[in-house]
T-cell receptor
Framework: AQSVTQPDIHITVSEGASLELRCNYS??????LFWYVQSPGQGLQLLLK??????LVQGIKGFEAEFKRSQSSFNLRKPSVHWSDAAEYFC????????????FGSGTRLQVQP | DTGVSQDPRHKITKRGQNVTFRCDPI?????LYWYRQTLGQGPEFLTY????????KSRLLSDRFSAERPKGSFSTLEIQRTEQGDSAMYLC???????????FGQGTRLTVV
């Protein structure tokens, strides 16, 4: 069965600082990988996705993520964090066949200090 | 296209009552998913429809839960005899044929008192 681990429950960074959120997955084949962001009381917005090809993917709002097969990781990065980035971030893995439902990590809450 | 729409956004109900939630997916998306999210956790898969067929149900979906998707358009999720443990955010998502990324609605926040 597939699983996703986000080791950091809560991260605080200063505005303008760089950010890296960690994600490790367990899956028997090449996974489809996603990062979603959720503001309080809201649904999930897709930031970026990896299906195949270039292992460095660009997303919305200046985010990027790098797929490293050898480390089973898909870490999310942003060079300069803005106060509006404060939210909960979820990494998810999906299958490329069948129902294609996603398995989510437990999330990382990002706080941004002025 | 206004995205995935869920109704109501919030529902407070007394223990033992039945509740029903509605999800309108993005038009022409043939795949529809229900997830449940409890506080401090990521969403957990509940059930999946392809068109009108319910193809999979999670073990999380007890016999008090039922979901339908008549005519392959909107979907409803009903919880009978609600329990306090049912309090959660219920999220609906949809995706198109051949596409894996899912688009989520705003969710329905259920509180059972």
């Amino acid at each position: 069965a597939q699983s996703v681990t986000q080791p950091d429950i809560h991260i605080t960074v200063s505005e303008g600082a760089s950010l890296e959120l960690r994600c490790n997955y367990s899956y028997g084949a090449t996974p489809y990988l996603f990062w979603y962001v959720q503001s309080p009381g809201q649904g999930l917005q897709l930031l970026l996705k990896y299906f195949s090809g270039d292992t460095l993917v660009q997303g919305i709002k200046g985010f990027e993520a790098e797929f490293k097969r050898s480390q089973s990781s898909f870490n999310l990065r942003k060079p300069s964090v803005h106060w509006s980035d404060a939210a909960e971030y979820f990494c998810a893995v999906g299958m490329d066949t069948g129902r294609r439902a996603l398995t989510f990590g437990s999330g990382t809450r990002l706080q941004v200090q002025p | 296209d206004t995205g995935v729409s869920q109704d109501p956004r919030h529902k407070i109900t007394k223990r033992g009552q039945n509740v029903t939630f509605r999800c309108d997916p993005i038009s022409e998306h043939n795949r529809l998913y229900w997830y449940r999210q409890t506080l401090g956790q990521g969403p957990e898969f509940l059930t999946y429809f392809q068109n009108e067929a319910q193809l999979e149900k999670s073990r999380l979906l007890s016999d008090r839960f039922s979901a339908e998707r008549p005519k392959g358009s909107f979907s409803t999720l009903e919880i009978q005899r609600t329990e306090q443990g049912d309090s959660a955010m219920y999220l609906c998502a949809s995706s198109g044929a051949g596409v894996t990324e899912a688009f989520f609605g705003q969710g329905t926040r259920l509180t059972v008192v």
